[in-house]
C-alpha cells in the first residue's frame, strides 16, 4: 500500500450492517468528539430502531435500511466513505478503498459481515441469498417457476419454504429433520403440519424484529399439498451488501407460476451430490424422478443429483447453505488468526490477534472463554450485541478505562418466528455440549404450542419455547440463577400451575 494516506481518522469502522452501525453509534454517542469514520461498501445502512429490552437478556428490535445520510445527519462528526476495502495493513495502520484511497486508522473495527456458501458458483441456475439484490433475483426467477429445489436446513431455507406459494418446492436437508441449527426432532414434527395448511390471509401480529426498505427498482421423503390463495405485499429493495436480517421475505412476492398450491416435499439426510444442464443429462444415463412420473427428460433448464439418488429436475436451486465470515478482504499482507469457521478471532474485548483491529458480527469468532450458557450464532441481535460491545471496548482502550465482558454474553437467548410461530431459544436450547448429563422435558399442543426445557444435574440450562408460551422470562431467571429443580420434577411444565406465581 505504498500510496499516501489522504486522512487519520482516530476510529474507522469497515461495513455498514448492522454490527458497524451499532459500533459507529456507540463509539459517537461515547465520546462525542470522536474521530470517526465508516467505510462501507453499499449506499445505505442498517439501522435498529424501536429496540426494545424484553428481559434480562432477551430483545426485540426493528431494522432499517436507510440512506446513510440518516446516520450522517445524527452524527455531525461522522465521516461516511462509500467505498469497499479492498485491502488492509495492519502494520501501517491503514486501508485502501476500491477507488484508490488509503485511509489511515488509530482503531479499525472490521464489520463486514459474511458472504453466502454457494453449491456451485459456476452455474446460473444456482442462487444464494444474502442480500437485497439476491433477494429479488429470486423474486422474479420465482415468477416464472414451476419447481425449486431448496438446499439448506437453517433459518434462510425454513422461512424460503413456508413463504414461497405457487411453486413445488423440494426441500433437501442434510439431517434428520428440518431446522436443526434451532430445534430438536420434536419440534421439527411440531412445525411440519404448518406447510400443509395454507397461510394466513393477514399476517398474524408480528413481534419479531422487521425488514423495511425503500421503494425499488422494478431417501425418504415427505410430500405436503395445500391450496393457496394467498396475497403478498409490495416489492423489496435494491442496495447490495449487508446481510438480509429476519423477515427479509416481507415485502418481497414470493410467488411462483403456478396458480393453485403451496407444495412442499422434504428430502431427509441428503446433500447435494452434483448440479448439471439438461444437455448434461440427456449425456448421462441418469433416471430422475419427474421421468418416473411421465415428465419429458431434459425438460427443466437444471437437473440436482441429491446423495440419496433422487434426481430432480427444476427451475433452479436456492442454496440456503448458510454464510462464511467475510474476513477475505482483511488477510493479505497480515496475520490475522482465523477460526476454523474462517472467521476473524476475537477475544473477550472484540480484538483481533492484530494490535489495534477489533471485529465485530458475522465476520467474527468469538474465541474468549464462553459462559456455560452462550454460544455464537450468526444472528442479527448477536450482530448488534458485538458492535455495541466492540465500540465500547474501543472508547475504553482510548480512554484507558477498564472494560468487562457485557452480560449479554452470559446466555444465549433469540426471538424470532418461524412458520408464523413465536420462537424463543434459551441457552443450551438444544443440549449443545451436554452430551448424556442432559435431562429433557416437554409439553406440547398440537397447533398451539411447543415447549422443551433442558436440564443438567438438576438445572435448567436450556429451553425452547414455540407459540405464545409466556414462560420465556420466568425460564431465563430459573436458567440465570441456576437453582436446583429437581423437586420439582415434571411439575415444572404443568399447565395447570402459574409457573410465574410459583417461583415469584
Ligand atoms: P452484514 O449485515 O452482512 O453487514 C456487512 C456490511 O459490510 C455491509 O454493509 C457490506 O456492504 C459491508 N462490507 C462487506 N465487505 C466490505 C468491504 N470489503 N468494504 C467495505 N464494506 C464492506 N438473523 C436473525 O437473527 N434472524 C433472522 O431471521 C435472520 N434471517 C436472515 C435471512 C437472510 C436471508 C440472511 C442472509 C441472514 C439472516 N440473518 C438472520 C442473519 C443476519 O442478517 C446477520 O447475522 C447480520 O445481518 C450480520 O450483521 P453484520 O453487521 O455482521 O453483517
Known sequence: ???????????????????????????????????????????????????????????????????????????????????????????????????????????????????????????????????????????????????????????????????????????????????????????????????????????????????????????????????????????????????????????????????????????????????????????????????????????WPVYIQLTNGKTFGCDFVVSATGVVPNAEPFLHGNNFALADDGGLQVDDHMMTSEPDVYAAGDVCTACWEHSALWQQMRLWTQARQMGWYAGRCMAAHVLAEPIELDFCFELFSHITKFFNYKVVLLGKFNGQGLGPDQELLLRCTKGREYVKVVLSGGRMVGAVLIGETDLEETFENLILNQMDLTPYGEELLNPNIDIEDYFD
Open 1 to 299: 500500500m505504498a500510496a499516501r494516506k489522504e486522512k487519520t481518522f482516530r476510529f474507522v469502522i469497515v461495513g455498514g450492517g448492522i454490527a458497524g452501525v451499532t459500533c459507529v453509534e456507540q463509539l459517537s454517542s461515547q465520546i462525542p468528539s470522536a474521530d470517526v469514520a465508516l467505510i462501507t461498501a453499499g449506499l445505505h445502512i442498517k439501522a435498529v430502531t424501536n429496540y426494545k429490552q424484553v428481559s434480562k437478556t432477551l430483545e426485540e428490535f426493528d431494522v432499517e435500511e436507510q440512506p446513510s445520510s440518516v446516520l450522517a445527519e445524527k452524527f455531525p462528526d461522522l465521516t461516511i466513505i462509500h467505498s469497499a476495502v479492498k485491502s488492509l495493513c495492519t502494520q501501517s495502520h491503514s486501508v485502501e478503498t476500491a477507488d484508490g484511497r488509503v485511509f489511515g486508522y488509530e482503531k479499525l473495527c472490521i464489520c463486514g459481515g459474511g458472504r453466502p456458501k454457494l453449491l456451485n458458483w459456476d452455474s446460473p441456475h444456482v442462487l444464494g441469498i444474502r442480500d437485497t439484490d439476491s433477494a429479488q433475483d429470486l423474486q422474479k426467477k420465482l415468477s416464472r417457476a414451476k419447481r425449486i429445489v431448496v438446499v439448506g436446513n437453517g433459518g434462510i431455507a425454513l422461512e424460503l419454504v413456508y413463504e414461497v406459494e405457487g411453486c413445488e418446492v423440494i426441500w433437501a436437508v442434510k439431517d434428520k429433520a428440518i431446522g436443526n441449527p434451532f430445534f430438536d426432532a420434536g419440534a421439527a414434527q411440531f412445525l411440519i403440519p404448518s406447510l400443509q395448511v395454507d397461510k394466513p390471509e393477514l399476517a398474524a401480529p408480528c413481534k419479531r424484529t422487521r425488514y423495511t426498505t425503500e421503494e425499488p427498482e422494478p431417501g425418504a421423503s415427505h410430500t405436503f399439498t395445500a391450496d393457496r390463495n394467498a396475497r403478498r405485499r409490495g416489492s423489496g429493495p435494491t442496495e447490495a451488501g449487508s446481510a438480509l436480517g429476519p423477515d427479509w421475505h416481507e415485502g418481497i412476492v414470493l410467488r411462483g407460476a403456478e396458480q393453485v398450491s403451496r407444495r412442499v416435499s422434504v428430502e431427509y439426510q441428503c446433500e447435494v451430490e452434483k448440479i448439471f444442464t439438461s444437455a448434461e443429462l440427456l449425456d448421462s444415463s441418469q433416471q430422475t424422478i419427474g421421468a418416473e412420473n411421465g415428465e419429458n427428460e431434459g425438460s
